[in-house]
């Protein structure tokens, strides 16, 4: 908020009143200081490399997240799903990505029953593309993108143990949903998840992406995706599928590292079949996981490699929900 | 392997078989070379801060530990463990720290019963002290300590992703027993586990302690043991305890960070009813955890300040033991 100075001549006001309005500003912005002196502290920014336009760097910005939801033909879902994200702990503001074309939002019934936690901004798209929710948002404030699908309810429990793993690991994908490539004897890569082989990296299974339809990422990736071969955007637009795939990639190569870090969910659930629309999502289609394959060899091609490192790295949250979860029999 | 030179004149060999015999050493370092070409990448040593003295580095230095093991009065646990211990993968070389003065060491049976797969050194000390395994063993040539108790068995599976995930966290002590300790408004501090009230930071608990007695940290923290006030030195053998949260404020004071990292053991056991010897250990003393409580209080005071942090990342292995072990209700 800005203040607004009405320049009337000194004269006319006198000298006194604004010697008056002098003496009220500083003591404003003494006050303003102590406060802010007791504000927590600032964690750093720990990606130098992420190229975002440097905003003004508010408190919140740095501990707090953007919730990102593109929504499609379930409305009901969606404002279900609203009501539950808007107090998520740590939530700054939520984007709603509207591919419902030519329908108008439900911004006004929104606002007739406000108020509400934090701002919802309602971002109305002319193409249903499944990409459209990988804009770089100028509504975007925080270091931190909070992306959900809009048929996925996960527990705030979950959200806000996840968000604080994000914090140490702010250059990964931090998600409750793994998933895996595989090679095989041919060189043609399959993408699936735990009923697929093993990779075979000694014991146990590996993931080597996390999808970000449940995840945690930071904002300068959503920067980075604006700046990808024409062939991804055309892939994506093709498939109307594997948004996160490429992310996936992005991340990868950007960190030369497994790009995700998974988080074991307590409660996470699908909600589509509840929904009064019919419409159950794209991951019901028949050709759904032989488009993600395909997708990952085609990425492997414009990418020129296969930048996905395998993780069997699975993170829970100590002592939670079970106070003793960690028991053991010594 | 080195090979032996005969180094017989030229004169009487002849010419002809000194150019043989530089063909097949060329030759061999021609197989050589390419084998070397096939291995897997070096992994880079990401601790700049450790000032550990430069060491002729071999690859198996930076990608294999060293098994450190104290021992008093039970003998039979021992060799039962090493008889494990010897053959878990990536185990470079195994020492001993023999505190039973004046007994022989089973090095003679030891040898009796050979091969073994690594190099075990019987170090025999001179005063039966708890600290004496955190001595800076000129034989430690890897960067990682895998230090156990005497009494412990850890499967293997456990051992070897735990040994990956400190390649991940190399600045911190890798393990399978967390423990805190928790500030009372007296501002005394009490040490505890789970049975002790959560610090109050969200949900469910946290550790800000991994035990060394069954964890992996970088053998630069041994070098850094030796340089500590020497009022550390007499506490912990005032107490024979307390080494173990020693290494914990050191390595919470270099990090800045949580001083451990927690890894969920799928198989961990406490062997001590089975030894022979009717030693039971010195956690069974009366007076074992309050003398805890009073090593984190006096700690604080010698280190002018409470170092440690808390954590709540509880790490478990992606698909293993069950290959699902990630499922959720989606």
């Known amino acids: 908020r800005y203040f607004h100075f009405c320049k009337l001549p000194g004269r006319v006001m006198g000298i006194r009143l604004l010697r008056f309005t002098s003496v009220v500003i500083i003591v404003l ?8 002196a007791l504000l927590p502290n600032i964690k750093d920014d720990k ?21 990102i939801m593109q929504t499609y ?30 329908e108008k939002t439900p911004e006004e019934m929104w606002n007739s029953l406000g108020p509400h936690p934090v701002p919802v901004v309602f971002k109305v798209q002319s ?5 459209n929710r990988l804009q770089n948002f100028p509504e975007l404030e925080t270091k931190a993108v909070l992306m959900m699908d809009d048929d996925t309810l996960v527990s705030a429990h ?13 250059e990964h994908i931090v998600g409750f949903v793994p998933r895996k490539h595989i090679s095989t004897p041919s060189g ?26 449940a995840a945690f990422f930071h904002s300068g990736y959503l920067e980075d995706f604006q700046r990808q071969p024409e062939a991804v955007y055309a ?12 992310m996936n990639f992005l991340v990868a190569k950007h960190t030369g590292k497994p790009s995700g870090v998974f988080v074991k969910p307590v409660d996470i659930r699908n909600l589509e079949k509840d929904t009064n629309s019919g419409y159950s999502g794209m991951w019901h289609r028949a050709e759904h996981l032989l488009q993600r394959s395909y997708c990952v060899n085609k990425l492997v091609n414009i ?20 106070y003793a979860n960690h028991k053991n029999k010594m």
């Not at 975002?52 to 501990?63: C, G, I, T, V």
């Not at 609203?82 to 939520?94: D, E, S, T």
């Not at 000694?202 to 339809?213: A, E, R, T």
């Open 29 to 36: 912005l003494l006050v303003a200081g102590a406060l802010t």
């Open 188 to 213: 043609v890569y399959s993408y699936g998840s735990f009923e697929l082989q093993n990779p075979g990296f000694g014991n146990g299974d590996q993931y080597s992406m996390v999808l970000i339809g």
């Open 47 to 67: 990606l130098p490399n992420l190229r975002r336009e440097p905003k003004p760097q508010s408190q919140s910005a740095l501990d707090s997240f953007t919730l």
């Open 235 to 246: 892939l994506i637009d093709e498939t109307q599928n594997c948004d996160d795939i490429a």
């Open 158 to 170: 979950d959200l806000a143990f996840a968000f604080s793993v994000w914090q140490q690991f702010p």
């Open 127 to 131: 193409v249903n593309r499944m990409r």
């Open 73 to 102: 033909n379930r409305t009901d879902l969606l404002l279900k799903l609203l009501n539950h994200y808007q107090a998520i702990p740590h939530l700054h503001k939520v984007i709603v990505v509207w591919n419902n074309i030519g």
């Open 303 to 322: 990418y020129d490699g296969m930048p996905l490192k395998y993780s069997n790295i699975m993170i829970s949250q100590f002592g939670f929900p079970n």
